[in-house]
């Protein structure tokens, strides 16, 4: 599947920024859609995921509360709706998926291969 990011852009802190993932070639279903972020010269980190088939999600403890996934399952997109943003969530923001992973690995960078660009997403103090 390939994924197309999009959404980022600049906030000050305490904003809120809604990034998408779209996917084309094919739909999500049964796959695990997942963000992931890396801050410059910082390792690939993960944000929040969607099981797409039971709409189960997940989230980074450090973006509980604050981060909403949530999906348009016509339209294969998922979506990441960012709250009170702060500058140390500036980074570019990915989303993958696999149809692979196991749940207990969802959260690991190198369960996933199709990366695309990402989308960065830049917060002001």
């Known amino acids: 599947v390939q994924l197309q990011a999009s959404g980022g852009g600049l906030v000050q802190a305490g904003g809120s920024l809604r990034l998408s993932c779209a996917a084309s070639?094919?739909?999500?279903?049964?796959?695990?859609v997942v963000w992931f972020r890396q801050a410059s010269g910082t390792e690939r980190e993960f944000v929040a995921g969607?099981?797409?088939?039971?709409?189960?999600?997940f989230y980074a403890d450090s973006v509980k509360g604050r981060f909403t996934v949530s999906r348009d399952v016509a339209k294969s997109t998922l979506f990441l709706q960012m709250n009170s943003l702060k500058p140390e969530n500036t980074a570019l923001y990915y989303c993958?998926?696999?149809?692979?992973?196991?749940?207990?690995?969802?959260?690991?960078?190198?369960?996933?291969?199709?990366w695309g660009q990402g989308t960065q997403v830049t917060v002001s103090s």
């Open positions: 993958t998926a696999s149809n692979r992973v196991i749940l207990s690995s969802l959260r690991v960078s190198s369960q996933y291969h199709n």
């Open positions: 070639g094919r739909t999500f279903s049964g796959y695990t």
């Open positions: 969607i099981r797409w088939s039971s709409g189960h999600t």
